[in-house]
Structure formats: structure tokens, C-alpha cells
């Protein structure tokens, strides 16, 4: 039987390659979904629900958790404990178990990622990088092989290559982080980095993403106060 998360009003998740992993979860349930939008009864609705992010998102933290060739504690209680606390702990039980399957399944996450992209608005594309470079970070350690699957999973959601960078360096501190954070290199001049920093602050605005529930919008506001540390770093170092 459907669980709470995945009875939760999904949309085009229930279509797809994404569709197929649930599907192939659920067994015989899928098919009155995937028979409804064969028909051409079922219409995806416009806006990402919160239930629908949670599926692609889980799907995406897999592949990354498999990166480095492990699957380490560390990471499993984050994820854990970031499910639990983003989509309540009778859902996390339920995604839980799917990511199980998903750890031990080979899938076509660019396809996936192909889906996501006709789906989501540019801000909860780049909230789920936020989420996937969190994950990356749980063991200690940012690996070369998640930072590259990260980035091939960013350009197959079409993001801008420096927004992606962006978003890492909120988890890869140094003193090249903070132009990074506002997508500005460090020979800008002074009214380059203000402009970069008006465009980042509006890229990146919590409200964007108010629609995924409270705690990814606050993941946003962390993401939203990076940028403003970031430039008042680069205003300090410069004297401005």
C-alpha cells in the first residue's frame, strides 16, 4: 500500500525514468498511474509539490552517496536525520527504505536528471545542489569524484556551471570561496562585485522556494547568508 509520502499528491513523478524506479518499488500499484498518464488523463501539475522534490531528490542522493565507491554512516545519518526533519519522521521511514533499493540499483540518472529539468524552476534545481553537495560534506570530506557527479548532474539540470560552484562554496571554505559565492572573480572591480552581489542575493532569495515547506526555506536563508558573509568578507578585505 501507498505510504504517506508517496500517496502525497505526486505529479510527474509518477511519470518517467523517475516513475519507472517508484514503479519498480511499488510493483503492481504503479500501473494505474502509468496507465492514467498513458491515457492522457493525468496532467503534471505546474509546481513542484513538495512530495515530488522528495522523490528526485532521494533519487540524486543516492548516486552521489555511491560516488566514492561507499556508503558511509556518516552520510547515512545525515540523510536520515535531514529527511526526518524536512518531511516529517513517518515519511523519512518510508524514503528510507527506498533509498535502500536505490543504493543497491544501477538507474540512468541522467535520464532522471533530464526529468527534473522539464519539472522544476531554476531555484529548486539549485536547492537540490545544496542538498547533494550537504551530503558530499557528511563524512568530513568533499571527494573529487562526488564534486565531479555533482557538477554532470548540474549541467544535465542546464544550471549555470558558477551558480553550481556557488553553492559549493558554501561547503568548501577558502579565500577564493567568497567571489566564488558571488560568481565574481577576484580582479572585479568594486562596482562589479556590487552588481554580482544584487544578483546573487535575487537569485538565491528564500522566497523561491517557500512553496518546498519551512525547512527548505531554511536551508535558503543559510544559503542567502553565505552570500551577504561572502560579500561583507570582500568589502572588508577591500576597504569598501
Do not use: C
Request: aromatic content about 10%.
Amino acid at each position: 500500500m501507498i505510504g504517506r509520502m508517496f500517496g502525497a499528491g505526486l505529479g510527474w513523478a509518477f511519470a518517467g525514468p523517475i516513475g519507472g524506479l517508484i514503479g519498480w518499488w511499488l510493483g503492481g500499484q504503479y500501473e494505474g498511474a502509468q496507465g492514467a498518464s498513458q491515457s492522457g488523463s493525468f496532467r503534471p501539475p505546474q509546481q513542484t509539490s513538495s512530495s515530488d522534490f522528495a522523490i528526485a531528490l532521494l533519487v540524486l542522493v543516492a548516486a552521489v552517496m555511491k560516488a566514492d565507491g561507499k556508503v558511509t554512516k556518516n552520510e547515512l545519518d545525515y540523510v536520515k536525520q535531514f529527511l526526518i526533519k524536512s518531511f516529517g519522521r513517518d515519511n523519512a521511514q518510508e524514503m528510507l527504505v527506498l533509498l535502500k533499493n536505490l543504493l543497491e540499483q544501477d538507474y540512468p540518472i541522467y535520464e532522471v536528471a533530464g526529468q527534473i529539468n522539464s519539472h522544476m524552476s531554476t531555484a529548486e534545481k539549485l536547492q537540490l545542489m545544496h542538498v547533494l553537495y550537504g551530503i558530499s560534506q557528511a563524512d568530513g570530506h568533499v571527494h573529487a569524484s562526488e564534486v565531479e557527479l555533482i557538477r554532470e548532474i548540474g549541467q544535465h539540470l542546464q544550471l549555470n556551471t558558477a551558480d553550481v560552484d556557488a553553492i559549493m562554496a558554501i561547503f568548501v571554505k577558502n579565500t577564493q570561496s567568497y567571489y566564488k559565492l558571488l560568481e565574481i572573480d577576484p580582479t572585479a572591480s568594486d562596482q562589479e562585485i556590487k552588481r554580482a552581489y544584487r544578483s546573487m542575493a535575487t537569485k538565491f532569495h528564500p522566497d523561491k522556494v517557500q512553496h518546498l515547506g519551512p525547512d527548505f526555506q531554511k536551508m535558503a536563508e543559510e544559503k542567502f547568508k553565505a552570500i551577504n558573509e561572502a560579500y561583507q568578507q570582500i568589502k572588508t578585505e577591500r576597504g569598501m
